[in-house]
């Protein structure tokens, strides 16, 4: 009974074996492919991540650049005159001339 069995056993093992030497180019690929996707230390999985990661990194300084410059386009034009920065300085920051009265409404 227990020969019978290791007989099985090897003759499994001889038939894996002779299907891994038939079919060795095919067995490479498939094991190159794996060793790439998941345990080089490239893989594929983190270089997805790492790409996905600076997309949106790369998203968020055209973000920013826009931002800088629609600011730097809002400080031109107010510190190019004086009429305009008294405008900015009263809506913005509620400023008084002396004896001037302020009143904020409020629209609903």
């Known amino acids: 009974m227990e020969?019978?069995?290791?007989?099985?056993?090897?003759n499994f093992l001889l038939k894996i074996i002779n299907f891994i030497i038939r079919h060795k180019y095919i067995f490479s690929l498939v094991l190159f492919g794996l060793w790439i996707t998941f345990f080089d230390t490239y893989n594929?999985?983190?270089?997805?991540?790492?790409?996905?990661?600076?997309?949106?990194?790369?998203?968020e300084i055209k973000y920013y650049e826009d931002e800088i410059s629609l600011y730097t386009r809002q400080y031109e034009e107010l510190f190019s005159n004086k009429d305009n920065l008294e405008k900015f300085a009263r809506e913005q920051y509620q400023m008084l001339e002396e004896d001037e009265d302020l009143f904020i409404i409020i629209d609903e």
């Open 3 to 10: 020969t019978n069995n290791i007989k099985e056993k090897n």
């Open 44 to 59: 594929l999985i983190d270089r997805f991540k790492k790409l996905k990661t600076l997309n949106s990194l790369q998203k």
